[in-house]
């Protein structure tokens, strides 16, 4: 199968035709693949009936898969969790974030995959950290190359939605216990493109490090609300069976809470990466 790209905004996004993700890839596939996530970012997939074993496999081509520590998964695949909203209160998800960025080396990228879909509504957004980055003017690039920040698995898992039974109260405190706050640099650097990116977000980072209380509150929130400007965006609609790929190092994304009382159902494997620099 000869794949077909097709760029979908300016800032990061593209989607891909003339490959069945069901299938093995063979090594032109896979690395066409990685060269277009370095590329765009976040690629998007149309018409890919995955089970979690095949969407397992297919995340596997591009490194060790994460199990999480707090989600339910699929019992027979533990590496795809499940996002539902008729189990679990994935309100932390709608919010701008980047994955698992409490662990010392943050996820690579993340294949999500829908399996129920509300009638309308649960759009997910994608920011490019990149993009952002370098639309800040040289002093303030100069400013924050160099600092680092908090970031805290509490800030998007507050005991009080993810502690609520006795199982799930133990779970949350092994959760916290394996994962203190940890600190990685504002300014990323891509470990293959050589790129530098934005990397606070307001789903787990907590403060800069090295910057007054107040200094930190102001300057984050000047990084949180410059990241996510429309134009540093792309906004997907999702089809049933529609499959993303993201590269996780940079970028955020937001899943849109717009369609309750209905039901959404989604699969993500998590492929687990490098520690920052």
């Known amino acids: 199968m000869s794949l077909t790209i097709t760029p979908l905004s300016a800032a990061l996004g593209a989607q891909i035709d003339g490959i069945a993700l069901g299938e093995p890839l063979n090594i032109e596939q896979r690395d066409a693949i990685e060269q277009a996530l370095l590329k765009h970012q976040v690629l998007f ?22 199990i999480h520590p707090i989600y339910p998964n699929v019992p027979e695949q533990p590496q795809v969790l499940v996002l539902d909203t008729a189990v679990t209160d994935v309100r932390d998800n709608a919010i701008w974030h980047t994955d698992v960025t409490f662990l010392p080396t943050p996820a690579l990228g993340a294949v999500l995959a829908a399996k129920q879909l509300p009638a309308f509504g649960g759009d997910t957004l994608w920011a490019s950290g ?48 394996s994962n203190p ?12 493109s050589g790129r530098k990116a934005l990397f606070v977000n307001e789903g787990f980072t907590t403060r800069i490090n090295e910057l007054e209380e107040a200094e930190s509150e102001a300057i984050l929130k000047l990084l949180f609300a410059h990241a996510t400007r429309p134009e540093f965006t792309i906004r997907w609609r999702w089809q049933e069976n529609d499959v993303a790929f993201w590269d996780n190092r940079v970028t955020q994304h937001y899943a849109v809470d717009d369609y309750r009382p209905n039901r959404r159902v989604m699969h993500r494997a998590t492929i687990l990466g490098d520690a920052p620099f």
């Open 45 to 66: 997939f149309r018409n890919q009936p995955l089970n979690p074993q095949q969407q397992a496999a297919f995340a596997a081509n591009f490194g060790d898969l994460h």
């Open 130 to 177: 990149i993009a952002a980055f370098e639309a800040l003017s040289a002093p303030l690039q100069q400013l924050l190359d160099g600092l680092t920040a908090t970031h805290n698995f509490i800030k998007s898992f507050p005991v009080e939605r993810f502690g609520s039974t006795p199982e799930d109260l133990a779970r949350w405190e092994e959760t916290r216990r």
């Open 181 to 192: 706050p940890l600190s990685h640099p504002v300014i990323r650097t891509h470990p293959v």
